[in-house]
């Protein structure tokens, strides 16, 4: 017999990204500022045993500003890159676009993703298409969704 509030049993239901709410913080890194975005429509996800796989994309900035943010020409170039990364992550297979991070010196996006995804083809393709800046890639297991939990309590 389940337990009926099993997480297991939880039907995984993306709500459309068009629908999602998100919040800003603002945070501390090691006395730098640090902005982060939290998409607030995924929490209910959080730990959802179809989206084990945390991908990250970071992005060196090209005009690095220790203890401040990009400036407006680089934030602008970071959205095109966003907008890329969103569409082409999404499109790949089950996950969600959870969070953002920025500093002075670089930009993160965190999806939440399901198992069996070609994260280098994925890598690849997006390094391809993206010229004005390096893009960096890493994923990793983390089925209890533990870098989204230390932004969203």
């Known amino acids: 017999m389940r337990w009926p509030f099993s997480k297991s049993d939880r039907k995984l239901e993306i709500p459309p990204i068009e629908t999602q709410q998100w919040t800003v913080a603002q945070a501390n890194d090691g006395g730098q500022p640090l902005l982060v975005r ?17 991908l990250g994309f970071a992005i060196p900035l090209n005009q690095p500003r220790e203890g401040g943010l990009p400036d407006a020409h680089e ?15 999404l499109r790949s297979g089950p996950g969600v676009f959870a969070l953002a991070l920025t ?4 930009k993160e996006y965190v999806f939440y993703v399901a198992s069996g995804l070609d ?7 997006v390094q391809q298409r993206v010229s004005s800046h ?12 533990e870098s989204y939990r230390d932004f969203s309590p």
């Open 75 to 89: 934030n602008e170039q970071l959205g095109a890159i966003e907008d890329l990364l969103v569409a082409r992550v």
């Open 103 to 106: 500093n002075g010196v670089m």
């Open 38 to 54: 939290i998409n607030e429509s995924v929490r209910r996800l959080a730990g959802h045993p179809g989206l084990p796989i945390k």
């Open 134 to 145: 390096e893009v960096q890639c890493m994923a990793i297991e983390d089925p209890t969704w």
């Open 119 to 125: 994260i280098a083809a994925l890598h690849a393709e």
